[in-house]
């Protein structure tokens, strides 16, 4: 039996070790000007800040079960273009750097690495980290989407539109094999993303669900040889048949699901 846990609510101090104070406060009472609402991109409800929160605490329980067990799965989370001080990009908070910065108060960590390979940069989550060498930025993205804007991250990987399986993945390997010897974390946060998929809306590359599974086998391959535990986030997906979005995350779930057994018979 596969142990699940219901997240808390991430807290007003979690928040506030990533968050200005006055952002936050301003999300919670439903203060923020018309612009931020529109950078965001989703309207302001008493439930968006429950949502919100929820997901974060959901990264955070994560990111402890990761370091207890090996592997774990948020579904929910990847909110990698909210900064400290706004959101944007359909993202309130950032559930990434919040979760990095409990483990670190919570003394569980020193090093994290972020392998992020949703299609779109995670710009929040690097110019969080953008001075910080204990959060290694690893990302894999198209270089002519959304933000239009980049970040500086530790190491990138940035793609042309169009590119598929073949190109992904040799970038991917080439790239973050170094990236993680560069870091050497004590936890690994992934976002794997189903919108690098050909039928993404908003995606612009070209990749199948056998080369989006082949990135998550890979990920969790390199991480489980070098020893890191690794949670997983669900991020982004809008393919036009929102089912594709559904099957490409299940999948990620099951990849994770099958190298942790399979992880475990190893030791037995």
């Known amino acids: 039996m596969v142990p699940s ?3 808390v609510a991430a ?4 928040l506030g070790r990533v968050h200005d104070s006055d952002y936050v406060e301003r999300v919670v009472g439903g203060r923020l000007g018309v612009e931020e609402v529109c950078r965001i991109g989703l309207p302001w409800s008493t439930e968006l800040v429950e949502r919100s929160r929820r997901s974060v605490g959901a990264t955070i329980e ?3 079960a990761a370091l207890t067990d090996g592997h774990s799965v948020s579904l929910a989370g990847g909110t990698h273009h909210a900064y400290a001080d706004r959101g944007e990009g359909y993202c309130v908070f950032n559930d990434v750097a919040v979760a990095a910065r409990a483990m670190q108060a919570e003394r569980r960590l020193e090093r994290l690495i972020v392998v992020d390979c949703d299609v779109h940069q995670g710009n929040g989550t690097a110019a969080i980290f953008g001075d910080d060498p204990s959060v290694f930025t690893f990302g894999i993205y198209c270089e002519g989407n959304f933000p239009f804007s980049k970040e500086r991250c530790d190491f990138g990987v940035p793609l042309p539109g169009g590119a598929g399986d073949s190109e992904y993945l040799r970038g991917l390997k080439h790239g973050l094999g170094r990236a993680l010897g560069v870091a050497r974390p004590d936890l690994a946060i992934y976002l794997g993303g189903a919108d690098p998929y050909a039928g993404d809306r908003l995606g612009k590359l070209e990749l199948s669900k056998a080369g989006l599974l082949e990135r998550d086998r890979y990920v969790l391959g390199l991480l489980g040889k070098a020893g890191v535990p690794v949670a997983v986030t669900m991020v982004g997906g809008y393919a036009e048949e929102i089912s594709d979005t559904v099957d490409i995350h299940f999948r990620t779930v ?5 190298h942790s057994l399979a992880t475990r018979d190893l030791r037995k």
């Open 254 to 258: 099951r990849a994770v699901l099958e």
């Open 62 to 64: 994560a990111s402890r």
């Open 11 to 14: 807290t007003d101090e979690e």
């Open 5 to 7: 846990r219901v997240p």
